[in-house]
């Protein structure tokens, strides 16, 4: 399910948007999971893949995407707690900046750039890094992971802010 992102802040966020967001990105993966769940116990088990963004990790200037993702965190770990009785392993993905996004298109060449620079690999991730990350998750090689939180986002979330303070480091010294 594609996230929903508007770059409000909190004082600039209506109601109406706040719920908005919180619907599709936190209440479509609470309802997905509602009525997909027996069915999946009912097959013998499986797994669970909710797909939240680093949102969910650190900050972002967005208010009610970033709730909704870190709800997203919380609501997996509930379901492991109630769904491992089922056989049912539940992971989170949190996605960085990855190419050939609408969301990512939509920033322009100076989001772009700034992107490439806060991420340690220096690159966008691509759709098909986070599909074969989903279908491990999803296979037997991964079948005594479930809880866990898997930052797929070229260090950006392990080094941000280290590389920041190391960018900013090396302009002062110039």
Not at 26 to 41: D, E, N, Q, V
Request: charged content about 20%; some cysteine.
């Amino acid at each position: 399910m594609p996230g929903r992102l508007r770059a409000q802040g909190i004082v600039d966020t209506t109601v109406e948007a706040w719920n908005r967001t919180l619907a599709v990105n936190l209440t479509g993966a609470m309802l997905g999971m509602k009525h997909c769940a027996p069915a999946i116990r009912d097959s013998g088990g499986g797994s669970i893949i909710n797909i939240s963004s680093t949102a969910g990790l650190t900050a972002h200037d967005d208010a009610a995407y970033t709730a909704s993702k870190w709800g997203l965190r919380g609501l997996t770990k509930t379901a492991v707690l109630q769904f491992s009785p089922w056989n049912i392993r539940v992971n989170s993905i949190h996605p960085g900046q990855i190419a050939d996004t609408g969301f990512f298109q939509s920033g322009g060449e100076a989001f772009a750039h700034a992107a490439r620079a806060a991420i340690p690999l220096h690159r966008q991730g691509t759709p098909m890094e986070c599909a074969e990350l989903v279908l491990f998750l999803a296979s037997e090689e991964a079948s005594f992971i479930s809880g866990a939180e898997i930052a797929i986002d070229g260090g950006y979330i392990a080094a941000g802010l280290a590389t920041l303070r190391n960018r900013v480091r090396e302009e002062y010294k110039k």
